[in-house]
């Protein structure tokens, strides 16, 4: 049972957008920055948006991250057959004092 | 190349030890935090271990606190984790990143610890 929540899966057709919900508390997605992570077949995680928003230098404007309260969701536009992979949301825990991720999302891409 | 190389992955016998390296180049290293977070094959990512700049604070995740110990070398830009009484349950790929604005913005290929007899 992870932390924060995440839907196992989410699918949708190349071209489309899709969202990706991450669901904490005020210990972690309520006081601190959430970041994003992309994890390809067989390969490491790559940091998609760090500080809930903003997206390291490579990474395409076609990912938006934000945050209200407990959550928060991460947004991809024109879907690529290359997007399929997993996706993680994570930060940090103030009461846990732990880093905590979400349980990943499969993302299909039809 | 900015870089972060995992080593000292094994199989390994329950209650066994292991000593994993990372080795840092071409990035800031001893400004940052850097952490530990592993997967088992087919799972998602499960954080194990953060130490701040100095070293002089570690955090780990309750199921290997006292059997696990987090070291770092910020002359030669290392991170090491230690590992005591090796469970089967340890068994997953294990990366290391660094922290930078409160996400782990540069990651390692990972290193593979398998725990069985």
């Known amino acids: 049972q992870s932390v924060l929540t995440q839907p196992p899966s989410v699918s949708a057709a190349p071209g489309q957008k899709v969202t990706i919900s991450c669901s904490g508390s005020?210990?972690?997605?309520?006081?601190?920055?959430v970041s994003w992570y992309q994890q390809l077949p067989g390969t490491a995680p790559k940091l998609l948006i760090y500080e809930n928003n903003k997206r390291p230098s490579g990474i395409p404007d076609r990912f938006s991250g934000s945050k209200s309260g407990t959550s928060a969701t991460l947004g991809i536009t024109g879907l690529q057959t290359g997007d399929a992979a997993d996706y993680y949301c994570g930060t940090w825990d103030n009461f846990l004092s732990a880093w905590v991720f979400g349980g990943g999302t499969r993302l299909t891409v039809l | 190349e900015v870089q972060l190389v995992e080593s000292g992955g094994d199989l390994v016998q329950p209650g066994g030890s292991l000593r994993l390296s990372c080795a840092a180049s071409g990035i800031t290293f001893s400004d940052l935090s850097m952490y530990w977070v592993r997967q088992t094959p087919g799972k998602g990512l499960e954080w194990v271990a953060s130490?701040?700049?100095?070293?002089?604070?570690?955090y780990y995740v309750d199921s290997v606190k006292g059997r696990f110990t987090l070291s770092r070398d910020n002359a030669i830009k290392s991170l090491y984790l230690q590992m005591n009484s090796l469970r089967a349950e340890d068994t997953a790929i294990y990366y290391c990143a660094r922290s930078r604005s409160d996400a782990l913005d540069i990651w390692g290929q990972g290193t593979v610890v398998t725990v069985s007899s």
């Open positions: 130490i701040n700049p100095d070293g002089s604070m570690e």
């Open positions: 005020s210990s972690n997605i309520g006081k601190r920055y």
